[in-house]
Nanobody
Framework: VQLQASGGGLVQAGGSQRLSCVAS????????MGWFRQAPGKEREFVAA????????YYADSVKGRFTISRVNAKNTVYLQMNSLKPEDTAVYYC??????????????????WGQGTLVTVSS
């Protein structure tokens, strides 16, 4: 499956941004999806994940209450709605996919497919 992330850009602190990730080449409804991010000089970290069924939803503590992950299977798309953005949210955001479920959707090693990343810059 191929993943195409979009929606990044420059936003002021306190603002909102919505990222999209469109999947092609596979049965999207069978894939659990995750969002990860990597800031300059830092390791890639988990942001949010949603299971293939949509029942399991997980967030990093740093974004809980501010970010919302959702999926629309009819559009082969997973979204990340980001509200109350902070400068520390600045990073390249990546979407990732794995077939069916996994033991730990917060672990990047669980994912086989990755998008190219989209840069989100939050100015103070």
């Amino acid at each position: 499956v191929q993943l195409q992330a979009s929606g990044g850009g420059l936003v002021q602190a306190g603002g909102s941004q919505r990222l999209s990730c469109v999947a092609s080449g596979g049965a999207f409804s069978r894939y659990s999806m995750g969002w990860f991010r990597q800031a300059p000089g830092k390791e890639r970290e988990f942001v949010a994940a949603i299971s293939w069924s949509g029942v399991g939803i997980y967030y990093a503590d740093s974004v809980k209450g501010r970010f919302t992950i959702s999926r629309v299977n009819a559009k082969n798309t997973v979204y990340l709605q980001m509200n109350s953005l902070k400068p520390e949210d600045t990073a390249v955001y990546y979407c990732a996919a794995r077939l069916w479920g996994g033991e730990d959707l917060k672990n990047p090693n669980e994912y086989l497919y990755w998008g190219q990343g989209t840069l989100v810059t939050v100015s103070s």
